[in-house]
């Protein structure tokens, strides 16, 4: 990742944190003063991601070092490592809130738990509009530059949004006399909490383990080098996923009569091209056969 990309993920991670513990804050105060428990499980979400942009910026810069002689194919992965991180804070964080609200539903006595006041409401409102603005601006830098862990952050923000809309729904149902309600909201956070956080692990482990990239993107591949002058037949072709890189193992099958130095430039012109037409490629290697 080149120094403006990092630095555009700092600043993206900054925005972040500042608007997560005003937003935690909040709700934390609107939670305890309108005697709302879903509102406290979602400022306690909130709180979370402050932690989880944290580990965002220390992968994003991790993932940035040039290789060396101990890690020749670079850091990348390290923004796995990072999106690893997040998804199991995540995971902590909606088991702790489940089993609150799992506790308080099963216990029965819905008439000890408070009606939460007009302040809940507001303040589930303004977290939705604010989280999925978050959202949209969080996952616009994400796609601009490719970044996994910041990406993660984003969905870590639409969880949000979406637990925040769960908390509105529980608040609003306790206020029209149904107290239970706003237990079961934060079971509802907790259901989207730990969505994200798999759906997030599940990403990132599949670029741990060198996972191969897409079949559409594998097919442009094999039709880029099929299409070069020389190349006679495409033997094989494997791709992997190597942070948010990609490495390319290919085979091409040339002319057996040609010399060692023509069928290296034809080789030399696949490796070019396909580097050239797809970004990601961090490495290609061509191997030569006798067509």
Known sequence: MSEENVRIANKVSVVSIVGNVLLAIFKLVAGILANSAAMISDAIHSASDVFSTFIVMIGVKLASKEADSEHPYG?????????????????????????AAFRKITGGAYTDIKTPGVLALAAAIASIVLKEAMYWYTRHYAKKIDSTALMASAWDHRSDAFSSIGALIGIAAARMGYPVADPIASLIIFAFIVRAGISIFRDAMDKMVDHACDAETEKKMYECAENIPGVQSIDLLQTRIFGDKIYVDIE???????????????????????????????????????A
């Open 75 to 99: 850091h990348e992965r390290m923004e796995c490592v990072a999106a690893i991180v997040l998804s199991v804070i995540l995971l902590i964080t909606g088991g702790a809130i489940g089993l």
């Open 252 to 290: 091409i099958g040339v002319d057996g009569t040609l010399t060692l130095t023509e069928a290296h430039e034809i080789a030399e012109r696949v490796h070019d091209e396909i580097e050239e037409k797809f970004e990601k490629v961090k490495h290609i290697m061509v191997h030569t056969n006798p």
